[in-house]
T-cell receptor
Framework: GAVVSQHPSWVICKSGTSVKIECRSLDFQATTMFWYRQFPKQSLMLMATSNEGSKATYEQGVEKDKFLINHASLTLSTLTVTSAHPEDSSFYIC?????????????FGDGTRLSIL | KQEVTQIPAALSVPEGENLVLNCSFTDSAIYNLQWFRQDPGKGLTSLLLIQSSQREQTSGRLNASLDKSSGRSTLYIAASQPGDSATYLCAFFSGGNEKLTFGTGTRLTIIP
């Protein structure tokens, strides 16, 4: 089945640091990828939709300048948390849409746990 | 706007029991429904997917149903095992903009 790889799985860094998270579709092309955020014991909240070769579409309330998304190829999207602060600590999950899969809407990565000290 | 609610938020049952997880939604214009499993600190594992035209899907000990008219979906787990302990999320795909709307989740604990 379709595999989505997310890296790193866990990162701890100091406040003010920028952190980049990668999301790769390993065996299919993904023109669309999605970035979710999940707080402890809560459900997934969509942050933005990443479109290959164009600007990402952000959900209401998500700061574009804080969460930079780049989708430069059909297999890679990156999320950069700029000047991260403790309130940005969360679990971030990406998913990818396989255009060749007419049934399964999205395939998910294993998530990245971000902890800002 | 689609709102998805899962009740109960947490559930503990003895091993071997059959159980039902519930998912309610407000907008019946769905394309498909998906049930996921999430282990602590991990990503999502897709369990079952039901197309809008279908009423249920089965995989092993799992059976998911969809009733659009009542705005409900259920996930039935037969003969529960400790390994079934996880958080279960339902999600709706409305087509079009391809967004998945997730439910609030049910945290399931199977007691050995």
């Amino acid at each position: 089945g379709a595999v989505v790889s997310q890296h790193p799985s866990w990162v701890i860094c100091k406040s003010g640091t920028s952190v980049k998270i990668e999301c790769r579709s390993l065996d299919f092309q993904a023109t669309t990828m999605f970035w979710y955020r999940q707080f402890p014991k809560q459900s997934l909240m969509l942050m933005a939709t990443s479109n290959e070769g164009s600007k990402a579409t952000y959900e209401q309330g998500v700061e574009k300048d804080k969460f930079l998304i780049n989708h430069a190829s059909l297999t890679l999207s990156t999320l950069t948390v700029t000047s991260a602060h403790p309130e940005d600590s969360s679990f971030y999950i990406c998913s990818a849409r396989d255009v060749g899969d007419l049934i399964q809407p999205q395939h998910f990565g294993d998530g990245t746990r971000l902890s800002i000290l | 706007k689609q709102e998805v609610t899962q009740i109960p938020a947490a559930l503990s049952v003895p091993e071997g029991e059959n159980l039902v997880l519930n998912c309610s939604f407000t907008d019946s214009a769905i394309y498909n429904l998906q049930w996921f499993r999430q282990d602590p600190g991990k990503g999502l594992t897709s369990l079952l997917l039901i197309q809008s035209s279908q009423r249920e899907q089965t995989s092993g000990r799992l059976n998911a149903s969809l009733d659009k008219s009542s705005g409900r979906s259920t996930l039935y787990i037969a003969a529960s095992q400790p390994g079934d302990s996880a958080t279960y999320l339902c999600a709706f795909f409305s087509g079009g903009n391809e967004k998945l709307t997730f439910g609030t989740g049910t945290r399931l604990t199977i007691i050995p």
